[in-house]
Each structure stands twice: as structure tokens, then as C-alpha cells.
């Protein structure tokens, strides 16, 4: 049974920082592919980034959006997955997901097939806003 809890979000002004974190329990995260999606109001779910093991190194993809503000990683040990958001944008505010699959792999953002994640968490919201 594989479990994922996101927590982090909240309010934050722009231009700040903020780290999301996502528990996983069940699986080794070394194991699987990790990914995140955010939803805007409005709009529909997009994939921001994903983070897999290749041959015992992580390969990580982003959105262009957020590249060069945003970070993926994985603790092994605590069997986690963080989205550290530096330097913020409104259009940033949406709530954010993360999501296991251990049929994919992170090539890039574009190939992130959500139908490949079966097991999501309920997600944390983050707005941007002075």
C-alpha cells in the first residue's frame, strides 16, 4: 500500500522561498518515480517535475516555467521527496500534488504521463500573494 503526504504549503510572498515535502510510505522512493503536479484555479493539472534513480543517480526534469527557481530531491533515509520553490511567482499559486509510478521514468516534463502515477497524495496548496 503505497501512501503520500505532501505538506509545506501555506502562504508565501513573492520572491521568498519554500521547501514541499511528500512522506511516502510503502515503497522506497529509490525505487520509484516521483513526481509533482500543481492545479491553478481555472486551469487544469500540470506536471512541474519529476525526480527517478539512474543506475544509482537521480535524474530530475522541470517545467520550463519554474526552471532555475525550482529543485527536486530525495532523502532515502526518511523516504521523502521535496520541491524546494526559491523565488516565487503568483502564478505560482496552485495546489500542489505528488504522485508515485514505478512504470516511468523522468526523462523530462513534457513526457510526465499522469496516467502513469497511481498513487497520489491529497495535495498542499501554496499561494503566492503580498
Known amino acids: 500500500q503505497v501512501q503520500l503526504v505532501e505538506s509545506g504549503g501555506g502562504l508565501v510572498q513573492p520572491g521568498h522561498s519554500l521547501t514541499l515535502s511528500c512522506a511516502v510510505s510503502?515503497?522506497?522512493?529509490?525505487?520509484?518515480?516521483l513526481a509533482w503536479f500543481r492545479q491553478a484555479p481555472g486551469k487544469g493539472r500540470e506536471a512541474v517535475s519529476c525526480?527517478?534513480?539512474?543506475?544509482?543517480?537521480?535524474?530530475?526534469a522541470f517545467v520550463d516555467s519554474v526552471k532555475g527557481r525550482f529543485t527536486v530531491s530525495r532523502d532515502s533515509i526518511e523516504n521523502t521527496v521535496f520541491l524546494q520553490m526559491r523565488n516565487v511567482k503568483p502564478e505560482d499559486t496552485a495546489a500542489y500534488f505528488c504522485a508515485a509510478s514505478r512504470v516511468t521514468f523522468c526523462a523530462s516534463s513534457g513526457s510526465i504521463r499522469a496516467s502513469e502515477y497511481k498513487s497520489w497524495g491529497h495535495g498542499t496548496q501554496v499561494t503566492i500573494s503580498a
Open positions: 525526480i527517478s534513480s539512474v543506475e544509482g543517480n537521480s535524474a530530475s
Open positions: 510503502g515503497v522506497n522512493v529509490d525505487y520509484y518515480s
